[in-house]
């Protein structure tokens, strides 16, 4: 979309300048059975970063051991910032260092109890306009799975305080939270290597 130009035909009759409808805070869904929904959100995250925003990241399944190249530069801008004031604030929580799991460690009351009481900091959080900008990757799976409610998601998103941006992702979004959305992509598997046998490579996968 051209420099952010709306259809005048779809400007909402609500009241706000354009200037405060630009201020407005934004839940974006990334979902689909496609590669690149944390790609883009990390990618989002990054422009939030470059703008002074203080960023959040809770990163849900994936396993503390692996090495996840986003995580390595998001605390290398977390460092700079500290050293120099450039950009902003960042923190990064997954298993071992915050409220994830992997799912093929401990049993499903523990992933289960792990989730809600990740869901539960998560939600102080956003009460307390802790981060201007949150990351939930892979967070449609605990939802799936039943470890934490989409309504009580939903409510937290919908009357949140301030500006907070948040950006969630994962195959199988629940409608719930894709109608509450402001910005929905589907990622759209068309070819994939590993359709042919080929595994995951540095730089690509992680």
Known sequence: MPQGKVDPANIPDDGLTTRQRRMLPITAVHTGEGKGKSTAAFGMALRAWNQGMNIGVFQFVKS???????????????????????????EWHKMGEGWSWSKKQGSDEDHAR????????????????AHDF????????????????????VETLKNRPGKQHIVMTGRNADPKLIEVADLVTEMTKIKHP???????QKGIEW
């Open 64 to 90: 503390a051991k692996w090495k996840v190249g986003e995580e390595s530069v998001f605390k290398r801008l977390g460092q700079l910032h500290e050293e120099t004031g450039e950009g902003g604030a960042v």
């Open 114 to 129: 792990d989730a809600a009481e990740g869901w539960e900091e998560i939600k102080r959080r956003i009460n307390a306009e």
């Open 134 to 153: 949150y990351v939930l990757d892979e967070f449609t799976y605990p939802i799936k799975w039943g470890w934490i409610d989409v309504d009580d998601v």
């Open 194 to 200: 590993m359709d042919v046998g080929r595994k995951g």
